[in-house]
């Protein structure tokens, strides 16, 4: 990972603020209440300077934090992509590394504008009756207010940031940032001014980035309009989902390859409604499988149509809709339609055609209508005066840095994404007709003059001292400022970014923002820095409902995340979702899973509880104590080996297997199994203290590992286990390597032989009550000096009276094989044989025709045609079920043969 693999074995003083020793309470509650504690943490972490301890001659691990909208409410993505981040910044923190975690908002333009355009028309007001300045401070009184929500939620979560150096895109400090690099990229001729096409949204009057664009499935129709040639001749017939646009039609094409209409190529129309004659042209766009073959060309409202004018710029453009969306003054616009909106013109267009016989006829159909996704209402493509950014050299550069392997994707798929998008790109509309945000650094002189400076007083000495000028009134897309994240943050440009944090280690995101967001500090920080910005993009998916759906409030399936961690607490929330984490899959969320994820912290509470019950104690060495016996020889082993693998695993990216590890080994190891055996033990005056050392080494290390996925909770049971010379979070990684098979051969042969017996049992219907004898005539010397000494174990774990060395009767026994050898259980007397090998055929015999029907289900195209997706992922589940139940009940008869 970076920097901060190899080299983060070398330890910096570990931190602890003066006076903060934490000593273990004198009892603990008899249940987990998980608020109490995360709120206590959570304060004392953040007073003490934890997030970020003084290390500055440690190795560094650095994040970039994707700044929130400060008009924001933390959802669900944002809980998974924050804790996922944590996860990483506690874990390198853990090994020592000045590990810094960026944090900071986003000024969101239109949304927070938005916001108080809507506070103010709730007060019978708007914008332009209180004036530009008089609304901006209003703004910043909103955000002093309300704007602080969406970072306080992140808290609650447990996001370790440096909070004593938030960041906020509108600081004074960001702000010459922005105008800088707007300077600076307009000196070297990559800023201009052009009149281009862009999506407008006519309720908020200002231009619209494509992310900002949410297309919507709505009922629509295919209007098919009969357009006369000029000579009387006949007509050509188009079709259109929106007739109002036909009043800026500039020309009709025809596919040049469409024989139907290459005699008229050349010919006018007389256009039906302005009057003027348009040309019939030839051009590939034009499908001749699509309707009719002909298409409406009208330059000013489609992109489409804008591409078709770039390669016959004879055709000319009119633009017939003005900034909200409303029927505009052109050439040949009948007057009776000029100031109508968009939808009234268009029932009126359509009126006239009818009566006129020019409407063919109407189709209606479910069609995709581009929305506004904060305004709500459609989009218009219009033709605008606006800045924008020459991107194709900034593109080439990002596209080889990745391809030099100096910035990876994880997984990697998502670097075909990006070079598709990046060899595509077009030129990047900077502007935003709003109020709220950067505005352009730009002043206009009488005679049309433009001056990009850093100020007005550096515009006025390089227009003149005598000439009058009046700033651009737009404001920069937020995606600019937002693109400056990785090196504003760290002083650019009063100052070269800090080589120790710059590029980052990570930056951890969401696939939909790669080419809003990603690809931009990208290219940014490349042209304007000379490097890349960040080490590793990982990228996570959605989350999605427990049936797979995109989460809307619309359905009704939206989860909010604090609501969440007011049922469960916060870590129960994010070992749930960072358990879920599986690379180039997305998170399928389920409240169930949370549930289970608070009853592991309940199971570890109870184990902590129980330890300190037993005497068991802090470890205060970082090396595993002596230990003689096989139990806890193994318990040192094996925690030793899933340090180990946790570490890798998260060196990977894989955030569900090391939470599944950690999960086996909490639950499964340590507590099912190690306590267990541990229990005579530590009754056991000669063997009790070295259980106690071993128990308290391997909860230290237990805890140690699991923190970055659960940290109140871990730190919680640390200081409860002793006093502590500093907190867990600023504690120490386990150095572990993986352990000798000698240490867990034998606990782990007593495992599975544990298991086989519970097995069995289950499976033949044993009475719990039951005590059974075990036969092992194929046992060597070890495994019969193991019997001996785990007699008593086996008498506890699996309720067998006696072990005999010779072969148990030939009928009327169970068989179990374990690491290669026999073992059997006699059960005549105990279980009635015949009605269990009857029971368990019919219940196989049924498995398998439910198994077999299933997959004949699945077999059929048919259903898998028209069921819905989640009938389908059921049937298989079903199926795969049922299959092992039959399978499972084939191996019980087998050990009744």
Known sequence: MGRAGAAAQARAPRFRPAGTEAKPPDAMDTTFEPGPIEERWARRWEESGAFRPPRPHAPTFTILLPPPNVTGHLHIGHALDQTLQDILIRWQRLKGCDARWIVGTDHAGIATQLMVERELAREGRSRHELGREAFLARVWDWKARAGGTITHQMRRLGASCDWAHEHFTMDPA???????????????GLVYRAKRLVNWDPALETAISDLEV??????????????????????LVVATTRPETMLGDTAVAVNPADERYRHLVGRAIAHPLTGRRIPVIADPWADPELGSGCVKITPAHDFNDWAVYERHPDIGWLDVLDARARIAPAP????????????????????????QGLLERVEERVIQVPHGDRSGVPIEPRLTDQWFLDVKGMARRAIETVRAGQTRFVPEGWTKTFFHWLENIEPWCLSRQLWWGHRIPAWYGPDGQVVVARSLADAQARAGPDVPLRQDEDVLD??????????ATLGWPDRTPDPRHFPSSVLVTGFDIIFFWVARMMMLSLELVGEHPFAVVYVHGLVRDAQGRKMSKTRGNAVDPIAVVDRYGADALRFALAGAETQGRDVKFDERRVEACRNFGTKLWNAVRFARLQGVAAATE??????????NRWILAETARMAHDVDLQLQQFRFDQAADRLYRFAWGTFCDWYLELAKPLLADDEAATETRAAAGWALDRLLTCLHPYMPFLTEELWHALGPRPHDLIVGRWPEATPPAEADTREIAWLIELVQAIRSARAELNVPPGARLRLHAPEADADVRSWLERHRAALGRLARIEEVLDHPAPARGAAQLVVQGRTYTLPLTGVIDLAAERARLERAAAEAERAADALAERLANPGFLA????????????????RRTEAERLRAALARLA
């Open 174 to 188: 960001f702000s010459r940032a922005v105008t800088e690099a707007f300077v600076r990229l307009s000196e070297r």
């Open 214 to 235: 949410e297309n919507r499935e709505v009922k629509g129709h295919f209007w098919h309009l009969r357009y006369p040639l000029a000579d009387g001749s006949g007509h």
């Open 332 to 355: 040949g616009v009948p007057a009776h339609l000029v100031g109508l909106d968009r939808f009234a013109a268009r029932e009126r267009i359509v009126a006239e055609l009818a009566s």
């Open 478 to 487: 937020t995606w600019f400022s937002s693109a400056l994240w990785p090196f």
């Open 622 to 631: 970082a090396d595993p104590p002596t230990a003689r016996h096989p139990v």
């Open 866 to 881: 028209r069921a819905r997706p989640e009938a389908v992922a059921k049937a298989r589940a079903d199926h795969e079920a």
